[in-house]
């Protein structure tokens, strides 16, 4: 006996795997813009002081 899959299921799964697809890309996303956020917050005042540095450097002073 052969397992048949008819259209109206075959279509409810394809609705319901797209859904589970959009959220965890939404998930990462989320994840990812708050991962850049709070590592960007934390870098930018190492590169504020490298860069002092460097035009320290430059400058000669």
């Known amino acids: 006996m ?3 899959v ?3 299921s075959s279509q409810k799964e394809i ?3 797209s859904i589970e697809y959009a959220l965890m890309a939404a998930l990462i996303a989320l994840a990812a813009i708050v991962g850049f956020s709070l590592l960007g917050g934390s870098q930018g005042a190492g590169w504020d002081a490298w860069s002092a540095k460097v035009v320290e450097a430059v400058a000669g002073d």
Do not use: I, K, L
């Open 2 to 4: 052969a397992f048949q």
């Open 6 to 8: 008819t259209p109206a």
């Open 15 to 17: 609705g319901v795997t």
